[in-house]
């Protein structure tokens, strides 16, 4: 069945960075785009970034444009997220997702938080 497992979350202080890995089975992931999403307590799931299937479209949501970068290794069925110059806005469950034909598949997710 479709598994996503997350990793790379953690505790980081302001300014700092983290790498978040995503890794895919289950499926052919190389033939969708994948994303990352976030959920903070107490607010709706966003998005935060998506790369298509040959990693030649991506997006970002206005509040990481410059600070995060998405990438994935389809040899490897992963899919990355950098984050860096994280502030005190950015701590949150990040997801992992892959849209499979109008079905959505989440990852467990992995906890990011910052703080000084």
């Known amino acids: 069945q479709v598994q996503l497992v997350e990793s790379g979350g953690g505790l980081v202080q302001p300014g700092g960075s983290l790498r978040l890995s995503c890794a895919a089975s289950g499926f052919t992931s190389d033939y969708f785009p994948l994303s990352w999403f976030r959920q903070a307590p107490g607010k709706e799931r966003e998005m935060v970034a998506v790369i298509g299937s040959s990693s030649s479209i991506v997006e970002y949501a206005d509040f990481v444009k410059g600070r995060f970068t998405i990438s994935r290794d389809n040899a490897k069925e992963t899919v990355s997220l950098q984050m860096n110059s994280l502030t005190p806005e950015d701590p949150a469950v990040y997801y992992c997702?892959?849209?499979?034909?109008?079905?959505?598949?989440w990852g467990q997710g992995t906890p990011v938080t910052v703080s000084s």
């Open positions: 997702n892959v849209d499979r034909f109008g079905s959505p598949y």
